[in-house]
């Protein structure tokens, strides 16, 4: 029996879901809408079923259309992953190589690594996502990712290959005239309890997930990147430790002030991560360019390691 369930067919299913409309997912795919259309009619009459619920205003999935998303996305993945692996047994280099940079790194570093990456290799597409706290070690675990920069902490899995860049320093950040910045120093944890603490919500699916720097305040604000962290802060939303490299320009502009307090967070180790068993010509040339450098904890920039 041939299933009337194509990668197309899909592909289209999946644009629709995650562009939220018929038109955009056309457009995304580069097709006319009515082809969009003709494409889920059509599956829909081979499988018997219906898969959107056109009874309201706006097409929605029903459930059995949601199971075929669902269990088509694992088909999709599972595809790409077998024509990459296809590709890159030809010659070595692979077609998409896929960076995970961690939230509390900026990404001027490695943009500076992938336009050197392109100058030899342009072919190969690098395609970068961020992730916060354990999200970096997850999507390296999940196979969403070939090489994270920048993860903090403790790998949970094993089996991974590590490479020590340096240590992130964190500060205890305010607004500038913050009612703390009137105390005297350094400040105990008591004082801080009355303040909202902002903190940055791990992006792990399947690992579990984890905080940092939490300061067990009364309240909280849950963002989800170091940069809308430091959005908040600036704007006196809330309080808590940032990465002293992240906030050098709102320190020199006034818009934040460093508060000491009785038990200082430690330094953070951070690290760059990659599968073992990936052999892929892209990914070796990053882990080379990599080891040989170091994270300035000050300028938040990758420079050259110090010979020992």
């Given amino acids: 029996m041939i299933s009337p369930i194509t990668l197309d067919a899909l592909r289209t299913l999946d644009a629709i879901e995650r562009r939220h409309s018929f038109a955009a997912a056309a457009e995304e795919l580069c097709r006319v809408p009515s082809a969009i259309s003709y494409t889920i009619n059509k599956l829909e009459e081979d499988l018997g079923v219906a898969l959107f619920d056109r009874s309201r205003r706006k097409a929605e999935l029903t459930a059995i259309g949601r199971l075929v998303l669902e269990q088509g996305r694992q088909i999709l ?38 336009e050197a990456f392109h100058r030899i290799q342009p072919k190969t597409e690098i395609r970068l996502s961020e992730e916060v706290l354990g999200g970096s070690w997850d999507a390296l675990n999940d196979g969403r990712c070939d090489l994270v920069i920048g993860a903090d902490g403790a790998s949970p899995v094993q089996g991974f290959a590590l490479h020590s860049l340096g240590e992130v320093i964190f500060e205890f950040a305010v607004t500038v005239g913050h009612p703390l910045t009137e105390l005297p120093m350094p400040l105990p944890a008591s004082v801080i309890h009355d303040y909202p603490t902002v903190i940055v919500a791990d992006s792990s699916r399947h690992l579990p997930v984890r905080s940092s720097g939490l300061l067990d305040g009364r309240s909280r604000i849950i963002v989800p990147t170091i940069e809308h962290k430091i959005a908040a802060q600036c704007r006196g939303l809330g309080v808590g430790y940032l990465p002293r490299h992240r906030i050098t320009r709102e320190l020199a502009e006034g818009r934040l002030a460093l508060l000491t307090l009785v038990t200082p967070r430690p330094p953070e180790q ?39």
Avoid: H
């Fill in 270 to 308: 951070i690290y760059v991560a990659w599968q073992r068993n990936n052999a892929g010509k892209g990914l070796k040339w990053f882990i080379e360019q990599l080891k040989k450098m170091r994270f300035d904890a000050d300028g938040g920039g990758l420079t050259q390691a110090q010979k020992p």
């Fill in 77 to 114: 993945k599972a595809t790409e992953e077998l024509t990459a692996q296809a590709r890159r047994a030809a010659d070595g280099w692979e077609v998409e190589l896929r960076i995970c940079v961690d939230s509390i790194l900026n990404c001027d570093p490695v943009y500076d690594l992938i």
